[in-house]
């Protein structure tokens, strides 16, 4: 007696189910072509998440599929108990990206005080070039967030540093017509 061999996509199709089925109501299927759970929690912005990863042996220097270390993310979701935890847990606070941004350069291009303030206090290098050159003073003059440039001249920003194009933070306050982020540039120089 010859068996009929069943076609290969309703052997897969018993198969996955069998297993779909086995799996705990909370178990989440693994991420084959993503990245890690740490990145994924901290994309998602989920402390709890990224505090099991870390316990259950996650870096805290773990980088996305693209390169991008993930206190650059936690910048970048502006969650500053993600950062938190990750400064706490020996991520270093200069880590760059691909595109050279650090989680310095992102917390001042979002305007957020709370996570620059954060990182300065955790040994972020307040001058170290972003994405095109530009340091986080740079980053939050031509975004306009004052309270950064306020917090970063106060650090020792050097209000000198250029960016590719050859600007300073008080060339780019003055041609967006920003008298009171180039006011406070000035202020800067004069002391």
């Not at 935890?85 to 305007?111: C, F, H, Q, Y």
Request: aromatic share 4%; charged share 25%; no cysteine.
């Amino acid at each position: 007696m010859t068996r009929t061999p069943r076609p290969i996509s309703a052997f897969l199709f018993g198969m996955l189910a069998a297993s779909t089925f086995a799996l705990p109501v909370e178990a989440k299927l693994p991420n084959l072509f993503g990245d890690v759970p740490i990145v994924e929690a901290v994309r998602e912005g989920s402390l709890k998440e990224a505090n099991a990863a870390i316990v259950g042996g996650a870096s805290a220097n773990t980088r996305a599929a693209d390169g991008t270390p993930i206190i650059v993310i936690a910048a970048m979701v502006r969650s500053l108990e993600i950062v938190e935890l990750l400064i706490e847990n020996g991520a270093r606070p200069d880590a760059k990206a691909k595109d050279e941004s650090t989680a310095l350069t992102v917390a001042a291009a979002n305007g957020d005080v709370a996570i620059a303030t954060y990182l300065l206090e955790h040994k972020a290098d307040v001058n170290e070039p972003g994405a095109l050159r530009e340091t986080a003073l740079i980053k939050a003059a031509r975004a306009r967030h004052n309270e950064v440039v306020k917090l970063l001249l106060e650090r020792g920003a050097d209000r000198e540093d250029t960016d590719g194009a050859g600007a300073t933070a008080l060339d780019i306050a003055e041609r967006n017509g920003w008298t009171d982020t180039a006011a406070l540039l000035k202020k800067a120089s004069s002391k």
